[in-house]
């Protein structure tokens, strides 16, 4: 027979909001369906030594032999938040440590626009095949 | 010349140039050891440094760096030798296909500096790396693996002893065992061949960065520049190749108390037979 809960009510999870996770494989989504679709974002996440858990969010660019580049890492507990940042695009720095997902989107936002990534994405860009005037165009479509 | 290399072998250097306009030196160092492959950190300026190592070749060097890349390549091979297999805020990936011998990945860093990070922190950067040294490894289906560059933690600090960090043990004969089962996981080793120059004995300086600081424990030279080399490719390198290079084509990299000037870090040059045979 199974004894009483002395748990109560358990929490769905909706109250946390959404994770660092959840949030970066958005944005990983998003990049990988903004025209042209050349490139992919992916969303790492491993366990570190201490009992961290890692985020990274890397893009991948299919036409270059699917070379990676990272452009952040978020790194949380058990808990979500906070949520330290680490910016990979400016050689691994760490940017700080954000309370809540509110501020975590708007350290991204500052990241993903910086200089740095823009300069990162149109650099891939430019050796896409889908880019403007490049080969798959030069091509046409496959007849 | 590098110590006992064969002809055919490919020669390497490494160096964190500290972003000073240096390209005469690069070139220079190019043609008197030969090089093949050049790897340097903190560089600025790189097409004045493949305009300089051009100079007078019949093997040009080509540039190969991504926007995200923090370590600049310039390597003699045929265009299509060298490829970016990946850039991760300080480190990057390269698959060396040699034209006739053996392919190599290349793990080139310039990690962060203790003045910007703690031990710790350090430390669990080393196990990062690892961890995509195993991806690309797995990828490539072979570990013939070097991991190069400006570590900033010395050959004893956790980040390059610790079996899930680098692993990478002082003795030849540990690495050549392959791998360690430590509860219960198995870890590849590295070489670590920089152990040897460390101090006054070595046949060079006592390290490759030279700091003085006011704390009690204070080594004053530290061997931040360093090569580890996989158990898989041990029997393409020789221990003699390895030089840390403190005098190029006349021109002292180094003061008159042995510190060094031109950078604040001295390079490192070293050989791998990768010819098949």
Not at chain 2, 20 to 47: M, R, T
Not at chain 2, 118 to 125: A, E, K, R, V, Y
Not at chain 2, 153 to 180: D, K, M
């Amino acid at each position: 027979m199974a004894g009483k809960s002395l748990w109560g009510e358990l929490p769905k999870g909706e109250e946390a909001g959404r994770s660092p996770k959840s949030i970066l494989q958005e944005q990983a989504l998003l990049l990988s369906n903004s025209p042209p679709r050349d490139l992919v974002g992916k969303v790492s996440t491993t366990r570190n030594e201490y009992g961290g858990i890692e985020h990274e969010l890397l893009i991948i660019a299919p036409f270059l032999n699917n070379y990676e580049v990272g452009i952040v890492r978020a790194v949380h507990g058990a808990l979500t938040y906070p949520v330290t940042v680490y910016d990979l695009t400016a050689g691994d720095v760490k940017t700080g440590e954000y309370p809540t997902e509110q501020v975590f989107e708007n350290v991204l936002e500052k990241i993903f626009t910086s200089k740095n990534a823009r300069s990162i994405i149109s650099s891939l860009r430019s050796q896409s095949p889908k880019k403007p005037g490049g080969l798959a165009q030069q091509l046409g479509p496959p007849s | 010349m590098v110590g006992q290399v064969g002809s055919n072998d490919t020669k390497f250097m490494f160096w964190n140039i500290c972003n000073q306009s240096i390209g005469q030196l690069v070139g220079a160092a190019s043609k008197q050891y030969n090089l093949d492959l050049i790897l340097l950190a903190e560089c600025e300026d790189s097409e004045s440094i493949r305009l300089e190592l051009n100079q007078s070749t019949e093997r040009p060097f080509i540039h190969r760096r991504e926007a995200a890349g923090r370590v600049d390549v310039f390597s003699r091979f045929p265009l299509g030798s060298i490829a970016i297999l990946g850039d991760y805020g300080r480190t990057s990936f390269f698959h060396l296909q040699h034209p006739i011998g053996k392919d190599v990945l290349i793990a080139a860093v310039h990690l962060p500096s203790k003045l910007h990070m703690q031990d710790q922190d350090q430390t669990l950067n080393c196990t990062r790396l690892i961890e995509r040294v195993n991806h690309f490894e797995a990828r490539l289906g072979h570990k013939r693996t070097i991991v190069v560059g400006d570590f900033n933690i010395n050959p004893f600090e956790h980040g390059l002893i610790a079996a899930e960090c680098f692993h990478a043990s002082l003795s030849r004969r540990v690495a050549q065992r392959g791998t360690r089962v430590v509860q219960g996981n198995e870890y590849t080793f590295f070489y670590n061949p920089m152990w040897a120059h460390f101090g006054d004995r070595g046949t060079g300086p006592p390290g490759t960065y030279f700091h003085s600081a006011s704390s009690s424990t204070n080594i004053y030279w530290n061997m931040f520049d360093q090569v580890l080399i996989r158990p898989d490719l041990l029997d393409q390198f020789e221990d003699q190749s390895v030089q840390i290079i403190t005098k190029i084509d006349g021109t002292d990299l180094a003061n008159q108390e042995g510190r060094p000037v031109i950078s604040d870090h001295f390079p490192i040059v070293f050989a791998l037979n990768l010819m098949e045979g």
